[in-house]
């Protein structure tokens, strides 16, 4: 594709613990976006963990170091047509991924992500890291 892509937050994880798999392709990325929805996750589990300045401050840090693309009146829209059309086929996935991939459409980037439900989603552009 354009070397620009999205990342869900396994990704992300996946970053911060250094895995070479991940570390190897995101250096072939051009350009790389995190949803504002996956900051909001790496939050709630930096809050969960024992060392939460710590966690947060690494989020801190790499959020301001990227790209954050937010959710607007278009993500929203995107929302209700994914989210009818996996409930319509019985295969609904958790809703902050749905957003996730909402927000992949909008801007029309491929989501890079280890979540296999993802695929449910017709026409979503994604990469496997």
Not at 25 to 42: D, M, Q, W
Not at 68 to 87: F, H, M, N, P
């Amino acid at each position: 594709m354009s070397g620009k892509c999205l990342l869900d937050t396994n990704i992300v994880i996946a970053i911060f613990s250094r895995d070479e798999a991940v570390m190897t392709e995101l250096a072939k990325s051009r350009e790389i976006f995190i949803p504002s929805v996956v900051l909001g996750e790496l939050y709630y589990g930096a809050q969960k963990s024992a060392h939460k300045k710590e966690n947060t401050a690494v989020i801190d840090k790499f959020a301001s170091a990227n790209t954050i693309l937010a959710c607007d009146v278009d993500t929203a829209r995107q929302y209700g047509k994914i989210k009818e059309s996996l409930l319509a086929k019985g295969r609904p996935i958790p809703d902050n991924d749905i957003w996730i991939a909402a927000i992949a459409f909008q801007h029309h980037l491929p989501l890079v992500t280890r979540d296999l439900h993802f695929y449910e989603i017709k026409g979503l552009a994604i990469k496997s890291w």
